[in-house]
């Protein structure tokens, strides 16, 4: 009996093995060439299409080399779970990703409409460089760019072990999308990079960033509006702006941000830590932002550890502002365990709106300290809340 089970058992396994290859579809077998020179976006796509239509699991493979990509496009849905596992790099072209239909912001590698995602490993170089300097030289007629990968309208997805860097625009962008863990990323651009956002999440629930190391010419992550459940953890920032919500009420008609919480993040010489911005005017919006949870930070060097702006207005942008009232109602928001230095001296700021002051503010085990250990301060207007614990600063609300 026991080699009868023997050899049974191993046929099972061949026949697994047999499985498995025939739903792994190599883009090299699709004509892709890992020179860095020939274009792969019609690989990728034909692999893509073949995977997409298998009823087992599938996998597209991008091997070891690198991969010129002018733009690529996953879409579903798709027959089963779908894996993209990258070996290998896949590099922008040098020059302009370009931008949408309508010359506005574009997107280089998207995935729209696939439920049971997962994208697995590799390098993303977005070849930034260009676009950059273009839009330092002020010249008319820079596009906006594009970013590096977007996923679209899906559920039940994994991003993990993923490196982007150089991006022309955000890095990752995850929107309208349910239950999307994104973990151990790394995200590089340099500090003078224009609004290279290292993760901006909007419209989306359910979503989990942990283990990400991010270096970028803005926010680290950034928060949009309808954004809902989000857990942010062990993430570390700099250089950058910080983690961010918002900003949220430019538009009329935005949603609000709730039930999000950021644990245990690492800020090292980053323009801010912990911020909420909304635009100073009256736009008669209905976004709202609730149920924050800051827990467990360490601040090196950061300009504003902790601050609620909710007189953002950058360059006017033509709407009347400054000198107008924020429509964004701030509530609920915690800070415990915020350490570290500060390099100004107000450390703590909540600039709130007047028409709309900022309630239920938490301040628990603060400390912050400024020039290498002097006392720090910390301002409020319009905020009301509580205090608790050890506070360096003494708290203003």
């Known amino acids: 009996m026991a080699p009868c089970i023997v050899s049974c058992v191993v046929l099972m396994l061949l026949c697994c093995m047999r499985l498995s290859a ?23 796509a034909a692999a893509w299409s073949v995977a997409c239509r298998s009823t087992e699991p599938a996998t597209v493979l991008v091997p070891n080399g690198q991969f010129l990509v002018s733009h690529a496009a996953f879409a579903g849905p798709c027959s089963g779970r779908m894996t993209v596992q990258i070996d290998g790099t896949l590099v922008a072209p040098s020059g302009y ?22 994208v697995s490993g590799g390098t993303l170089d977005g070849s930034g460089e260009s676009l950059w300097a273009c839009k330092a030289a002020g010249h008319d007629g820079c596009p906006d760019g594009a970013t590096s990968m977007k996923v679209l309208n899906s559920r039940d997805v994994m991003i993990s072990g993923v490196k982007s860097v150089n991006s022309e625009l955000y890095h990752v962008v995850i929107d309208g999308c349910e239950g ?38 803005d926010d680290c992550i950034s928060v949009g509006p309808g954004t809902s459940n989000l857990r942010v953890e062990h993430v570390s920032c700099g250089p950058g702006h910080g983690i961010s919500i918002g900003s949220l009420g430019k538009e009329s008609e935005e949603r609000g941000v709730e039930n999000v919480t950021v644990s245990g993040a690492t800020f090292v010489g980053t323009e801010n830590g912990l911020r909420i911005k909304t635009w100073g005017r009256a736009a008669r919006s209905s976004a709202y932002v609730r149920g924050v949870v800051f827990e467990h930070a360490l601040m ?37 365990d ?13 600039d709130c709106s007047a028409s709309k002051p900022c309630s239920g503010l938490g301040l628990q085990d603060i400390k912050l300290t400024f020039d290498g250990g002097k006392p720090t301060e910390a301002t409020c207007q319009h905020a009301d809340g509580t205090a608790s614990g050890v506070l360096v600063p003494p708290s203003c609300l």
């Open 180 to 217: 999307v863990t994104v973990q151990d990323s790394r995200i590089v651009a340099p500090e003078s990079s224009p609004n290279t956002d290292g993760i901006h999440v909007q419209s989306s629930s359910a979503v989990t960033i942990t283990g990400a190391s991010i270096q970028t010419g």
């Open 22 to 44: 025939a739903a792994v579809y190599n883009v090299g077998s699709f004509g892709a060439r890992p020179d860095g020179r020939t274009d792969a976006s019609e690989a990728l």
């Open 97 to 118: 990703t370009g931008g949408g239909s309508s010359g506005g912001e574009g997107e280089w590698i998207v995935f729209d409409h696939v439920d049971g995602l997962t």
């Open 338 to 350: 915020i350490q570290g230095s500060s390099a100004s001296q107000v450390a703590v700021k909540f």
């Open 300 to 336: 090196r060097d950061v300009s504003n550890p902790i601050i609620i702006d909710q007189n953002y207005c950058p360059n006017d942008g033509g709407h009347g502002c400054p000198h107008q009232s924020s429509d964004v109602q701030i509530s609920g928001v915690t800070y415990t």
